[in-house]
Structure formats: C-alpha cells, structure tokens
C-alpha cells in the first residue's frame, strides 16, 4: 500500500513540477534549476543549494478557523532562517484558532509531500501569504516539488507570478 501511495504522490509532483517550469517560463521568469541529493530539511537543502538559509522560501501550511463551521488554509511563505508566527497569521485573518494543517491535509492542498511544497499556491482553498523580509534578498530558493531538485527564482520574478498577500507573518528574531 505504501508503495502505491509513494507512486502517486510522486506522480502529483511530477505534474506539478511541470506546471510549475510552464509557468516560470510563460511569465518570462529568471530562474535556475539546482540538482542536489534530495533532501527536504530546510537548514541542510541550504547547504546542498551553497546559499544562505535566510535565502530560502519556508512554506508552511496552516489552518485558520475563522467560524463554528468555516476553515480557511493558508500557504504561509517565510524566509529560512525565520519562525512563522502563528499568532500574526490568525489575526490577519481575524481567526479563532490557528494551527499547522496536519500532514495529509498540508499536502493535498501543496500537491506535494512535504519537504517540497512550492512558495505558489495551485489550490483554489489554499490562501497565499508571504512574509515581506523574503523580498529582502534577489533571489529565493525552494525545492521544486521534488526532494532532489530546487530553483532559484529572481524575487521580483516571484513577487509577479505569484502575487502573495504580503504581510508580517514571523516572529521577531
């Protein structure tokens, strides 16, 4: 079963992968393709890459109940070296209670597994909002979808393609 499972997952992120590369090249986008032993830790898929953690995209899902009966997920992007603050992403959106999404539910709505999640949302109930400090450096870096292959995308390019929410969303350092 769990084989099965590994297949399938791998075979939502190779469709993603390809959106994603469609995508960056339909909007003009500056990017490289970086190979590496996979690895989906943020600290050491820094090190493979040879860049500076606060260069990386942290992605994050979270779960925001904002009613009894409504739920609302967030793709939470963040630099790599900083903390989400869960807190400051409840009060955006004027929340009752915020928590990490578990696993399952993180990646179905990312359309990878974790390690992997892409700085985009592609899930129409997956709410996009990035941290501003990630437009402090000119390019970002993140796993493409997959553990064994990362990009790394000119800011500016990643500010247009992706139009987050920008707001503050970490913890002071």
Known sequence: MSGEVSAAHEAVDVKLYERLINDL???????????HEPE???ELVCALRGHDVSEAAKCLVVMVKTGKKRTRYVLAVVPGDARLDLRAVKEL??????????RE?????????SG???????????????????L?????????ARLDRSIALATDDYVRLAAP???PITTAS
């Open 25 to 35: 090249e339909a909007g003009g986008a500056r990017y490289r393709l970086i190979d």
């Open 40 to 42: 989906g830790r943020t």
């Open 93 to 102: 959106l004027e929340g009752s209670y915020v928590a990490f999404a578990g």
């Open 105 to 113: 539910k993180a990646e179905e709505l990312a359309g990878s597994v």
């Open 116 to 134: 992997t999640v892409l700085p985009f949302s592609y899930h129409p109930e997956l709410e996009l909002i990035a941290d501003p400090a990630l």
């Open 136 to 144: 402090r450096v000119p390019e970002l870096y993140f796993n493409a």
């Open 165 to 167: 929410r920008l707001a």
